[in-house]
């Protein structure tokens, strides 16, 4: 059965449901030269609206965060360190910013290594993985086994939001 691309309906639902169900689906990445690439998608983080402290969109509406506060589907890519882009899938309905970190996917460990590798920039941001021609995301068709464990890198978020269970690995 071929693998079936995820449309609007899915991601257009709460990231905490969202984001552990993008465990073992498939990101495809179609580079320039016309070669496609698949990988399944093994660690994610959720970030959950202006209440979330790590969130992004916990300054607000910003012309950095416009994009969460879409509709799910969308593509939200940033700078960090000046050097590592991280990609981000867009969830929920309009005016709720919510987004999903993609940490970890097969043969790419780190978010901002499977960014270099798959040739993520800043022309990414706002790209619909429903529509694209360059980055999707497929079903697997596979059942999955997963744990849940507290976020990384947001000691700036304070030890409640820190603490929040809401990264995803595959088992």
């Not at 399944?40 to 607000?60: F, M, P, Q, T």
Request: charged share 25%; glycine share 10%; net charge positive.
């Amino acid at each position: 059965m071929p693998k079936k691309r995820l449309k609007r309906p899915f991601y257009n639902r709460d990231v905490l449901t969202v984001a552990p169900e993008l465990l073992g689906k498939v990101l495809v990445r179609k580079f320039d030269n016309g070669i496609i690439s698949r990988f399944v998608i093994e660690e994610v983080e959720a970030y959950r609206g202006e209440e979330d402290l790590a969130c992004h969109a916990s300054k607000g509406r910003t012309s950095r965060t416009e994009i969460m506060y879409h509709e799910g589907g969308k593509i939200y890519v940033y700078l960090v360190y000046g050097m590592y882009w991280m990609l981000n899938i867009v969830t929920g309905e309009n005016s709720i910013p919510q987004a999903v970190l993609i940490r970890r996917i097969e043969g790419f460990s780190g978010p901002g290594k499977l960014t270099g590798n798959l040739s993520i920039d800043k022309s990414f941001y706002g790209e619909d993985l429903v529509f694209s021609k360059r980055i999707w995301l497929e079903n697997n068709n596979e059942g999955v086994n997963f744990f849940a464990t507290s976020r990384i890198g947001i000691n700036y978020a304070g030890e409640y939001w820190k603490n929040k269970p809401w990264r995803f690995i595959l088992k």
